[in-house]
Structure formats: C-alpha cells, structure tokens
C-alpha cells in the first residue's frame, strides 16, 4: 500500500494550522525558503506524532519547484498539496512579489498538477486582496489564467513599471491565483484530483503584524473595525475551512475561491470603508 504525502508549501501561521489538518494519516513533505523557522515547525511537528519531511525552496525558483513535485511523488502518492507561500508588500519590491505570489504559485499549480493522485485535492492561500478595486479587463484576466508560468513574467502587463508599487503588486498577485486555480481545476480534474483556493482577510499571524506596523497600519485597523466580524481571524479558523475544502465533505467544489474575511470586502462594496 503506497504512502500518502501531503505537502505543505509554507511554514507560517496559516501553513502549519492547515498542515497539522491535512497531513493526519499522510506523511508531511514541508517546504520553505527560511529552513531555520521551517526545520523549527518540522521538530515541533514530529513531537505531535507527524511524520515530517523538509526543504528549502524559494518559489521562485521554477527548477526548484519542479525538483520538489518530483521528490514529494518519489515519496507516495500526493493527496493533499497546499501552497501558503508568499511575500507581502512590506516585505519585497514588486518585481520580487510578483515573482513569488504571482509567478511561484502558477509554476507550484502547473508541476503538482502533473504528479497529484486521483481524488487528491490542493488549495492556493490567496488573499483577501485579490477582491479589491476594479478588477481586471478580461482579456487581461484570460491571459494571467492561461498563460504559461514560464511566460508569465515577460508579459509586458507584468512589467514592473506597469503595475506599480508593492501593493498593486500584491493585489493583482493574488486575483490571479484565484484566476490560475480556476484554470487549473480542468487539468488537476483531467487527473481525477481538485483544486481551490482560499482568500483570507487580516488574519493574526506575524506576518499581518508586521504590516500593521508599517505604513498602511490604520488602513488595517479601519478594515477591522469597519467589519462586520469586528476582529481579526485566526490561522485555526482558516484551517478548518481549509479542512473542508480538501477533505470528502467539499467533493463537488473545485476551481473555486472562497473569501474569509470576516466581511471587509463586503464593508468596502456597502460604502462604510472609504
């Protein structure tokens, strides 16, 4: 009988709330470019009863990430695969989020897309961002959806100085995982496997306090206090529906992209955020 892998591509908050879900009964094949922080998460993890194994990976890197769907379907047969990878704008110039959030997820989709087992699912953690302004044209949103993530970075749209700073970066990042996981739900499904992904609002990990103490902290508040849920969310309550969506109960949901924000985006659109 083949070993299950679950593979986890991120070791912050939310990545190993889901991981401690996802990869009960599976053997866990962890990913993340701090190995420090992710060989810290690997050894607390083992101390739980997980069967955990690591490596580094900047997603950035496309041979990296093919490296890794290699290694993780060398392992077993991959059920779960759950891509939490990312930088903020905080954190890194435009050009570096979107080769990460944008680039790094698309490349992440196509090669575990080839190796995932029939009935195994994955989910992109977007972010509630991809859900702000205008949108895009839609021919523009067809061509971040189809496009192959080895071409994604030399489309004149992606030019650095045609997105702008970090922040429009990361917005138009992340509306396009929704966009590659929706495209992605067709060939994951032509394998018997699904595909969704998961937009989060301000959730209270390390990384959203360190963004809250930058230059946009009273934005932050404002969303939080203008919400209807009034607080931030937890990595444990974006676990349990990550949960869901990987698990039997969210069979017949593929190509998806659920908002859980605690209402901000619904606060903007009704006018009580400026």
Known sequence: MSTEIAVVIGAGSIGVAIARRAAVGRTLLLADRDREA???????????GYEVATRPLDIADPTAVQALAEEAAALGDITRVVIAAGVSPVQASTQRVLAVDLAGTAHLLEEFGRVIAPSGSGLVIASMAGHMGEGCPRQLEHTLAQTPAAQLLDLPELAPEMVGDSGAAYTLAKHANALRVQAAAVTWGDRGARVNCLSPGIVSTPLAQEEMSGPNAEGYAAMIRTSPVGRMGTPAEIAHVAAFLL???GAFITGSDLLLDGGVIAAMRAGRLG
């Not at 992710?38 to 739980?48: G, K, N, Q």
């Open 38 to 48: 992710m060989e810290a998460v690997a050894a607390r993890l083992r101390t739980e």
């Open 247 to 249: 698990g039997p109960d």
